[in-house]
Structure formats: C-alpha cells, structure tokens
C-alpha cells in the first residue's frame, strides 16, 4: 500500500508539473492529495492538516536559515542589472584583454560571474549577457557556434558562483556553513573559465586582436567596473571572513550597487520601482516553490515515500561510487526539466536518506569535507544539466535575445563541448577532492568543523 | 525548460462584459495593494539589515528586534504577493509540452488547476490563516501582527487571483476574451 501511495504521489505530481500549471501550485496541491491518502491509510488524523500549516509558518519566519537574504540578493541583481553594468564590464574587460584571442568570449564568461547574486533566479540576467555579448562576437568574426555557446556558458556560470542564490540552498540542505559553501565553490568554477578560455582561444580564429572599438560601443570604464566588483566580492569576503551575515552583506551590496548606479546617473524611480517589483515577484516565486516543497515532502513523509525510494535505491545493490553516480545521474536529468529550486527543496529531500549512508570520508578526509565535496559535485551536475542541449535553460535564455543568425542548433552545437569540459571537470573534482577541500581547509580550518 | 518570463503586450477584449470588467477592477486593486505591499517590505528589509551592522558600532539597541521584523516583512511580502506573482504568470512553470498545446488547451489546464488546486488551496490557507490570526493576542508584537494579518489576507489575495483568471478563461473559451490568462497577458498596472 505505501509503495502504491509513493507511486501515487510522484505520479500525481509529474501528470500535474507536465501540465505546464504553475509547479510550486501542483507540489502543495499533490501534497494535500497525499496527506488525504495518509489519512485514509489511518497513518495520521485530518486535524493534523494544521500542523502542515504551522510547520510552513515555522519554516518560512526561521531566523536561522536567513532567508531574508533571499529577496536582498535578487534586489542587488535586479539593481546591477539595471544600472547597465554588464554591458560596461563586457566593454572594459574586452579592453582590457586587447591582443587575447577569443577575448570578447573570455570577456562573456567573466561577465556571467559578476552577475552571480541571482543568476538563475532573474533569468533577465542571462538575457543581459546576451544583449550585450552577441554583436561584438559576431562582429569580430566569431561563429553563431562560439558566440551562442559562450552565451549559454555564461549563463550557467554565475549560478554556483558566490554569492549565487543557488550556494544559500545548497548550504541550508546539506547544513554547511554557507563560508564553506562559497569557497569550496571557488576553485572550480575558475578552473572551469580556465578550461572554457583555453577553448576559445584555441578555436577561435576570427582576428579580434587588434584592438579596435566599434562603432557605438562603449569606452572602458575602470571605476564603474571596480566598485561594481567590490560589491559582489564584499558579499563573500565579508562572510567568509566571518563580519557580516549573509543578509547584512547582501544590503550592503544593495546600498553599494544603488551607489554605482547613482554614480552612473542611471537611478530613477522607474528603474528602483522595477527593481523593487520585480524583486516582490521573484521572491514569492523563490517562496512560493518552498511552500510546495514543505507541504509535499512532509506528506511524502507521512506516507513513508523516502523510504520505499530508499529501498529501491539500496536494493539495486550498488557500491558507493555507484549510488553517488546514479544520484547524480538522477540530479543531471532532472536539471533538463526542472529548476534548482525544486531540484534542491523537492527532490533532494526525498533522496535524503541515500545520500546520508554514503561514506566518503576516507576518500575525502571528514565527514564535513566530504558533505562540502557532494554538495559542490550536486552544484555541478546541476550547473553542467542546465547547460546540455536539447533542454539546457541557459540555451533557451541564449536564444531568447540571440541576433537571426544564431539559430538554437548553432547554440546547441556550440554548447557540446563546454558540457564534455565541465564532465572533464565534475570527473576531476570526484577523483580529486582537494580541488573543492583546499580552499576552505585552508581559509576555515576544516577539520575543526562538524556536521 | 522553465518559463520565468511575463510576455509582453496588452490585453485587449472584443467585448467586455461585465464579468471581465468586475475582474478587471479586482485585477487593479491587487496590483494597488501589491505596489504598496512591495515598497513596504523590499526597502525595510534592506534599510533594517545595514542598521543590524551600524547597531554594532553605534550600539541603538535594535539588534534584537530587526531579524524578527525583517522575518515577518519577508512572510508579508511572500504571502501577500502569491497571487499578484500568478497574475503575472511569474511562477514557474514546466512547458516542455505546454507550449505547443494551443491556446485552447492551455486555458482549460489553467482553468481546472484554478479550480481544483489554487481555490482549494487559497481556501486552506485562508482558513488557517485566520484561525492563526484568532489565536494572536494583544501582547503579541505588531509584526507578529503583521505576519498573522497576511497569512489570512495573502490567501484571500491568492483566491481572488484564481478567480480573475477563472473568469478570463471561460471568457476566453467562449470566445468573448482574447487571451489565456495569465499565460498571455502582463498586468496593465504592472511595472
């Protein structure tokens, strides 16, 4: 009977999600369903239905998980976003890297980090990117190909760089400290611009070296770009460095960010009441999926769901190195259809128990740098899914704004490799743990640390 | 692929009838109230977290209250704009297969989920919410007030959205609207 209910359930939802209805509505609404057939099950009361509510009250005003940080970070994206400064950091780093081939990609990439606060959150962000990347590529000589696949990459970049939305949820799952979150983080993702640089560079062939401004586009601006860095890595370092909550450094950066955009006599009503409403929607957006979350997890809960799941799972019979591969396999696929926000706060959850009997801490060092390490590997597959054609959401945000002649096959073409670097990478990272454990082992004394 | 987006354009009737302008006067007073709920928790959330940092230096003695204000702002601003942010077809959405449905199709799928989901669940936790806010007494801080407040109200707010698009879409089905709401539509009032 509970495999049947857990079947039930995970079927309810799918049929529900696939409908195209909104998900965070489809997530309570099986939820609900659940909790009746848990009722009918007599494995709870129909007056227990209140302590759904609560237990979501409760979740939503814990102080403890800071998620008023949430709604503060998009803020500071939705600021950033409007003051312009993508298209001047694209424009003073493709400057800067005069002589460099490939360097208005390389250029792309970079930008994609700056907006990290909320990539994948404001998907306007990507559509910023690509706004400003696309001419200067085609126009240097770059292939759709490139340009598209640079475009995308960039997109799906900034969503595990600190200060990424994304890092807080990954952080509040696996119950890391978000310091450590951001630093294992570090390492990686600068590898993989590494990787993806040495990739342009290699194939690019179009002369875009020689300097030369067009036409219309920007003059670098130095100080725009420093105090539009300084704000996003104040957010980290002040974290890290243990003077500032999540939440204060995010209003910080907002302050900081309002700052540049007054300095750039681009502040206006229009643009704060832009940011402010968008800010609102996003987040109820954000919110709304972490009520769906709570109230399905509790009755999939209620029906003993994660443990037919982890029956299943363990029944197979699998060695640790393949549980990991087939959770993370499980993570990739689910990348192409859903967002983080319901990767982490739905289904991670229901595989919570498999992923807490794996035991990696001889092939890492601890128990806590080995949680450091599967997190960084889910936030990588993740970052690796949204990037892969045919479902990728980065490649649609590319090709929303993209000029005529970039199709989405020249996209997707173009995306191909990136994906094989960034699995070059995720197999680098499992084999070689220190590439995610040294940053923070060395900057937080891990070993310190416990779960 | 998910679908963040709120498409431009406006929404334009062949012939108004009075439900669609009842709606459309209800669609206005959440987008007013919406504004208002906006403004008065996204800029305080922000101002209170760098008074947390200056209450360090200056010591003012707000530190202890601001996490919890700025908690219960953040409940308001999620339970209060649920709806607004459906109006604006800001929530997300799974269109692998949705978006080559026809218009048709994608009315009725949103009509049975307002129905059969988004009502029922506007009702549960309109329910609770009042039963919630019943239960705050007179000592209890105001923006534990505040948040009570919108666990009742935001519901409401919520239901009423279902309810605007419910009305659009058997308007739309019958031919007497022009479009699936909210797929193609972006709040006129919206910014």
Sequence with gaps: MIEIVTVGMLL??????????????????????????????????????????????????????QFTSV???????????????????????????????????????????????????????????????????????????????????????????????????????????????????IVPVLLLVVMFSVYFICTISAKDSEGSVAEGTEKPQYFSMIIALAVIASIPWSIVSGIATLSEAAGVGVFGALFLVAVRGQLSLTMLHNAVMQTGTLTAMVFFIVVGATVFSLSFHLVG???????????????????????????FILGFVFDWMEILLVFLPIFLPVFQQLDFVDHVGSAYAATVWLGALVALTLQSSFLTPPFGYALFFAKMTAPASVSLADIYRGA???????????????????????????????????? | ???????????????????????????????????????????????????????????????????????????????????????????????????????????????????LILLPLSAVLGFYGWEGLMRTTKFADADVWLARSAGMFGPILLGLSGVVVIVRNISFLRGTYDLVTPLEQTGSTAP
């Design chain 1, 12 to 65: 309810v939802m799918a049929g529900g999600v696939f409908s195209g209805f909104p998900v965070a509505l489809v997530l309570t609404g099986s939820g609900i369903l659940g909790f009746f057939a848990a009722v009918m099950m007599g494995l709870t009361d129909f007056q227990h239905l209140g302590l759904f509510y609560l237990r979501l009250r409760g979740t939503l005003t814990n102080e403890g998980i």
């Design chain 1, 71 to 185: 709604p503060l970070l998009i803020l500071l994206g939705m600021v950033l976003n409007g003051s312009g400064i993508a298209s001047t950091i694209f424009h003073t780093l493709g400057h800067m890297l005069r002589g460099v081939r490939g360097r208005y990609a390389i250029a792309t990439l970079l930008v994609g980090l700056i907006l990290a606060p909320a990539a994948g959150v404001i998907g306007a962000s990507v559509i910023t990117v690509a706004l400003v990347a696309y001419h200067p590529m085609l126009n240097a000589g770059y292939s759709p190909r490139t340009a598209g696949g640079a475009v995308a990459a960039s997109g799906a970049l900034g969503v595990i760089f600190p200060p990424a939305i994304m890092l807080f949820f990954i952080a509040t799952f696996f119950r890391l400290r978000l310091s450590v979150v951001y630093m294992s983080m």
């Design chain 1, 305 to 331: 769901g994660p443990g037919v799941l982890f029956d299943w799972i363990t029944g197979f019979d699998l060695n640790r190195w393949e549980t990991l591969g087939l959770l993370l396999g499980l993570v």
């Design chain 1, 416 to 451: 191909i490799p990136l994906v094989l670097l960034e699995i070059v990478l995720l197999v680098l990272v499992v084999v070689f743990p220190a590439l995610v454990i040294w940053l923070p082992q060395m900057s937080l004394n891990l070993a310190q640390l416990a779960l």
């Design chain 2, 1 to 115: 692929m998910k679908n963040h987006k709120n498409q431009a354009g406006r929404v334009e009737t062949r012939s108004v009838g009075r439900g669609i302008r009842a709606v459309g006067v209800l669609e206005r007073v959440i987008n007013s109230i919406s504004v208002i709920v906006a403004w008065a928790t996204v800029v305080p959330i922000a101002l209170f977290s760098i008074l947390q940092i200056l209450d360090r230096k200056l010591k003012l003695g707000v530190s202890s209250v601001l996490p919890d204000m700025s908690t219960s702002l953040l409940f308001v601003m999620i339970f209060m704009l649920f709806g607004f942010t459906y109006l604006r077809d800001g929530h997300v959405r799974v269109d692998v297969f949705h978006r080559h449905w026809s218009s048709r199709t994608q009315a009725k799928i949103e009509l049975i989920g307002c129905l």
